[in-house]
């Protein structure tokens, strides 16, 4: 019988500890200042390119790729409005013995440039390079109407000879981090 007093005065008394120990003032003001912000995180652009790319079909060697690809964005007004900033990142692995620039520019629909994106330096067997750049969509509302982009490939070391049989490579991955600002 003692025994079962003890441990509700010990019960209650834990209770009460844990009820008055944790009380601090409560500041709903701080709610006025959140922002909502989700991230969404999705891949953009893969290549891997080739020393015989670098070549015309008479064998001349070219110093310069540019292709031009279609962006499929989806054409939800909701995410297009919504959508307040982008963050651009690639990692580029170049196996050749010649340094490459690349540039990227986004397209409007009809193919005019909206924006290019600072050079890319790759020096020869930099394995690791890294690139990172942001879309800040409030202060460019026209990055909103990207339909399309060109990339431009150039070799910064002309006097290199590439050899169009070498199975060496330049390899290009990137992935986009897409802020969207709910309202919240």
Sequence with gaps: ???????????????????????????????????????????????????????????VQINEIEEATDIDIPTNNFLRRKTVRIDFNAQISNELEADFILQIQLLDADYSPIYETKEMLVKANDL??????TFDLRSNPELKNIKASRLKIKNNTPSVKLNPKDNTKLQFTSYYHIYLDTDA
């Design 1 to 59: 019988m003692m025994l079962q007093k003890i441990k509700k005065v010990s019960s209650l008394f834990f209770c009460l500890m844990m009820i008055t120990s944790c009380v601090e003032e409560l500041d709903f003001t701080q709610l006025d200042d959140y922002r909502a912000t989700p991230v969404f995180t999705t891949s953009a652009v893969y290549f891997t390119i080739f020393p015989y790319q670098f070549f015309d079909r008479s064998g």
């Design 128 to 133: 690791t390079y890294e690139f990172n750049e």
